[in-house]
């Protein structure tokens, strides 16, 4: 235990001495987070990479016990882990570097989430898989050859969590030392020297940084701290699967600590699919965000949120070590909670997921069919050998699409032009299509030596969003239409530059 000690020690004193040089650093490179009045409610520009300053004051006590293996007994089970202690730091190394890149030069989001599952995946080739997960009421479950895609969801999976979490000084790296110390906890209870080793020295860093970045902080962690610590959570949650009876419980203690990142995180993919916004969009509705606008001090805020991390590292604890009364008890106790703040934080109620959900499966069947007719149609035009016979053969794919008017006119040789109608609503049929609404057309100029000498539209008696799903498949019909026309009324010369003609939708 001395060792563990000195270990959280330098790694609390190296953190506070590395922190106030990076903050040095940020501000000469330009890594500097600047308020937008937005998403970033800080007052002032602020140095970001506060990452590196961690992953320095992680690694300070392991090179000491490396470099110096006679000064305890504790460098020789290190030694015995070289495997493991190589991936941690060589995956831990790539998340720090990936997340300072980012905060130098924003990187896109579909490049992190790339990276995030290539260290993922090194780390599971360094052994730190998940093959079993715990079962409170038997035996664990095995995974077997789903382990790989499993666990790098649960890499990539806390990396996001940690990193959607930390929009409020020092909410993040404070949840996280938590985190850290409920694992300790359990390493302890299994007397498993590595684990209590590495969670010590990651709590002395996020100790020692954390009094630079508690509110109102004087640097932020940035993405190269939050992947950081993200990864690290998920790959210590590992390190106690040495044994099949500390296998059945190792991923209990982080999924319930992790509970508000991961809560915030699933509220975030719920409310953005709902609103059909990208998983990546930013938005200002994450828990800490609501807390705010509720009138609460960022201090309040964050302080609130650490109680909550405690109670829940306490709830793991009970899971992981309670009986099994007790475990369901804690467990509704937790499925009523996050119920609850679901309801309260997500913006979307139950039946509105519901009804969602439906309307997906609706839209998804109406467009398969809307599909189906449009590609009977036109296998069937090259059949058809007069323009009545081709507009009666369109009449149903217009109707399948929910158009509600559509009409072809050419220029005849005698002046008059052929109109061909087709009307959902007698009324517009009744009126000659001359008919005033709040209508969207589209429209198809047809050509003969580049002087247009008739046109095809369709019309929407309103822009819903069965129109604009279905836009590509109208605009195969109507090039399909278009080289028909040419092919019973004109030179077949002109087809190719009648179906280069496109239409654009535009309000009446």
Same mark, same amino acid.
């Given at each position: 235990m001395t060792t563990i000690l000195i270990a959280f020690l330098v790694a609390f004193a190296v953190a506070v001495v590395a922190t106030r040089l990076v903050m040095i650093v940020a501000w000469k490179i330009g890594a500097v987070d600047a308020p937008d009045g937005y998403r970033k409610i800080h007052k002032h520009a602020t140095p970001r990479l506060g990452g590196v300053a961690v992953g320095i004051a992680v690694c300070c006590p392991f090179i000491g016990l490396l470099m110096f293996p006679e000064v305890s007994l504790v460098s020789r089970i290190l030694q015995g882990h070289n495997q493991k202690l190589l991936g941690l730091f060589a995956c831990g190394g790539m998340a720090l570097a990936v997340g300072a890149v980012d905060d130098i030069f924003n990187l896109r989001a579909r490049w992190k989430l790339l990276w995030?599952?290539?260290?993922?995946?090194?780390?599971?080739?360094?052994?730190?898989?998940?093959?079993?997960? +715990? =079962?409170?009421? $038997?035996?664990? *479950?095995?995974?077997?050859?789903?382990?790989?895609?499993?666990?790098?969801?649960? &890499?990539?999976?806390?990396?996001?969590?940690?990193?959607?979490?930390?929009?409020?000084?020092?909410?993040?790296?404070?949840?996280?030392?938590?985190?850290?110390?409920?694992?300790?906890?359990?390493?302890?209870?299994? +007397? =498993?020297?590595? $684990?209590?080793? *590495?969670?010590?020295?990651?709590?002395?860093?996020?100790?020692?940084?954390?009094? &630079?970045?508690?509110?109102?902080?004087?640097?932020?962690?940035?993405d190269s701290g939050s992947l950081l610590l993200g990864f690290l959570v998920a790959a210590l949650s590992l390190v106690g699967m040495t044994r099949k009876a500390e296998a059945g419980v190792a991923l209990f203690v982080p999924v319930v600590a992790l509970g508000v990142p991961i809560l915030d995180t699933s509220l975030a993919i719920l409310r953005r699919w709902y609103k059909r916004l990208p998983i990546s969009s930013p938005d200002r509705q994450h828990i800490h965000h609501v807390l705010v606008a509720m009138g609460y001090s960022q201090q309040r805020v964050v302080l609130t949120l650490y109680a909550i991390s405690v109670v829940l590292g306490i709830a793991a604890l009970v899971i992981t070590f309670g009986r099994n009364e007790v475990v369901l008890a804690v467990m509704g106790s937790l499925i009523v909670t996050a119920f609850v703040c679901i309801r309260v934080f997500s913006g979307v109620g139950v039946a509105d997921v519901l009804s969602k959900l439906v309307a997906d499966r609706n839209r998804r069947v109406r467009h398969s069919l809307v599909n189906v007719a449009v590609e009977r149609t036109l296998n069937q035009l090259p059949e058809t050998k007069t323009m009545d016979e081709l507009w009666s053969l369109c009449n149903h794919a217009f109707d399948g699409l929910g158009v509600d008017f559509a009409e072809l006119y050419i220029n005849g040789s005698s002046g008059e032009p052929a109109r061909w109608k087709w009307a959902r609503r007698n009324a517009i049929a009744a009126g000659g299509g001359a008919v005033i609404w709040d209508e969207w057309c589209g429209k198809m100029s047809l050509c003969h030596d580049g002087t247009p000498i008739g046109e095809f539209s369709v019309k929407y008696a309103r822009a819903d969003e069965h129109m604009f799903e279905v836009s590509e498949v109208i605009e195969r019909l109507k090039t399909g239409i278009a080289f028909h026309v040419w092919r019973l009324t004109g030179p077949k010369t002109d087809v190719h530059e009648a179906g280069k003609n496109t239409s654009v939708w535009t309000k009446q």
């Open positions: 995030q599952i290539v260290i993922a995946a090194s780390a599971f080739a360094f052994g730190f898989t998940i093959r079993t997960i +715990s =079962n409170p009421f $038997g035996p664990p *479950l095995d995974f077997g050859m789903w382990s790989l895609p499993i666990t790098v969801f649960w &890499f990539v999976g806390c990396m996001n969590a940690v990193n959607l979490l930390d929009g409020l000084d020092g909410l993040a790296a404070g949840t996280c030392l938590f985190v850290n110390l409920t694992l300790f906890l359990v390493s302890l209870q299994f +007397s =498993n020297v590595l $684990g209590m080793l *590495l969670t010590s020295a990651v709590s002395g860093a996020i100790l020692g940084f954390l009094l &630079f970045n508690f509110p109102p902080a004087k640097i932020f962690l940035g």
